[in-house]
Nanobody, 126 residues
Framework: QVQLVESGGGFVQAGGSLRLSCAAS????????MAWFRQAPGKERRFVAG????????EYVDSVKGRSTISRDNAKNTVYLQMNSLTPEDTAVYYC???????????????????WGQGTQVTVSS
């Protein structure tokens, strides 16, 4: 089985930054596409950012483009999401998700992902 553990969330003031981490175990990390989703209270879980097996392909939701960077360190079995210029609209539980793939692409569809972490809370105050 694949286990995912998120960390790095917390309270931050608007304009601040956070780096979320997701540590994976159980399978060959380099064979998996990895992504971050978020879910605010009363809202659907939505795609935030994703990164392909090799890191060659990345995808971002429009609201975080230009201020967020997803990266991965396969040697450490970890994926990161650096978020800058945070706003209260970024407040949500952030989930790490992975799926094994055979091509170096990213899906933005939450139903494509087979494994999920427990989530880490990000709260941005104004």
């Amino acid at each position: 089985q694949v286990q995912l553990v998120e960390s790095g969330g917390g309270f931050v003031q608007a304009g601040g930054s956070l780096r979320l981490s997701c540590a994976a175990s159980g399978r060959t990390f380099s064979e998996y596409t990895m992504a971050w989703f978020r879910q605010a209270p009363g809202k659907e879980r939505r795609f935030v950012a994703g990164i392909s097996q090799t890191g060659a392909a990345t995808e971002y939701v429009d609201s975080v483009k230009g201020r967020s960077t997803i990266s991965r360190d396969n040697a450490k079995n970890t994926v990161y999401l650096q978020m800058n210029s945070l706003t209260p609209e970024d407040t949500a539980v952030y989930y790490c998700a992975v799926v094994r793939t055979y091509i170096d692409t990213v899906s933005t569809n939450r139903y494509a992902y087979h494994y999920w972490g427990q989530g880490t809370q990000v709260t941005v105050s104004s």
